[in-house]
């Protein structure tokens, strides 16, 4: 083979190794470039989803734990029904309602995030089977809430109220009010009110307990998936360390008053490390779950439904 063989062999060679090293790295960073959006997508979804997941579970246990220690929720037990908040200005949102219309909006919230993961799961990247494990885990909850009367349909108009459009942002606590405030937009929300209230004066407790049960479940999974610490364990730690008498409510400040209605913005203070840690707790009697033990004051709490001040929900 004479030199200029030699040499066109070498250059052909040369062309197509540089050619194949061309397209095998332009193919990996395409790769990498889809990975990362990928991920970016997913995180973007599913730590939100984490976030109020914990928030809602920590809320919905401060509920639980007073009625279960006192047979009611003081600070929330301001309505008897939903209607009333027509009208209700910002000093009542900022102070004696703040518990109630930050537990609204908290789970609002909830529900507009399980709304957009739900719509955009076929394009988030999860490992393993969690691509089928984690549409179950959203339907749980969706199903506990729904035994709440909270049905399905009505979770994602009180999600897709949540948010604000065209920006596709959370509306914060106080935008959130101005549509409570209004009859219209609010009656969306109405049952979950309802089931606050009645929650409040120490009703619903199975439909309660199985929504904290599936918000657990769901909060576990999105630890594993996101390799996270423990984020119910973390947000109950971190309440414990409130100083006593401050509101839980969204913006609230501190509030110092032992009763409702004890100036304006004041909350009734529980008893201090109320809040339950995440996993089973020993049963105090061997009553259905929730059910309020003995402890000091005047007498046992009124059964639900008797008491003079117990909301009832008009038939459906």
Request: charged share 20%.
């Amino acid at each position: 083979m004479d030199a200029l063989s030699v040499t066109l062999v070498s250059a052909v060679t040369s062309g197509a190794v540089s050619l194949t090293l061309a397209w095998l790295s332009s193919r990996q960073q395409r790769r990498d470039s889809e990975r990362v959006q990928r991920e970016t997508r997913t995180m973007a979804y599913l730590n939100p989803l984490r976030w109020h997941t914990a928030e809602v579970h920590h809320r919905l246990s401060l509920y639980a734990t007073s009625v279960e220690h006192h047979g009611c929720y003081p600070p929330a037990q301001v309505l008897t029904e939903p209607r009333e908040m027509e009208g209700k200005g910002a000093v009542w949102f900022a102070g004696k309602g703040v518990v109630l219309g930050s537990s609204v909006w908290m789970t609002a919230c909830l529900f507009a995030q399980m709304t957009r993961t739900r719509h955009d799961l076929p394009f988030l990247r999860l490992a393993g089977n969690d691509d089928t494990r984690l549409p179950g885990l959203l339907q749980k909850v969706h199903a506990a809430f729904a035994a709440c009367e909270i049905y399905y349909a009505t979770q994602s108009s009180i999600g897709t109220d949540a948010l604000l459009e065209p920006e596709g942002r959370l509306r914060s606590y106080r935008e959130f009010c101005d549509l409570l405030a209004e009859p219209e937009r609010r009656v969306w929300a109405d049952p979950l009110i309802w089931f606050l209230i009645a929650v409040a004066h120490g009703e619903r407790r199975p439909a309660l307990q199985r929504a904290l049960d599936a918000l657990s479940e769901l909060s576990a999974f999105l630890d594993d998936s996101l390799a996270g610490g423990a984020s119910l364990r973390a947000r109950h730690g971190a309440e414990i360390h409130r100083p006593p008498g401050q509101s839980p409510g969204a913006g609230a400040g501190p509030d110092a008053g032992a009763g409702a209605g004890e100036g304006r913005g004041r909350t009734p203070a529980l008893p201090p490390n109320t809040i339950p840690a995440p996993g089973p707790r020993p049963r105090r009697d061997p009553g259905p779950r929730l059910d309020p033990s003995p402890g000091p004051g005047p007498g046992p709490a009124p059964a639900p439904g008797t008491g003079p001040h117990t909301p009832t929900r008009p038939p459906q």
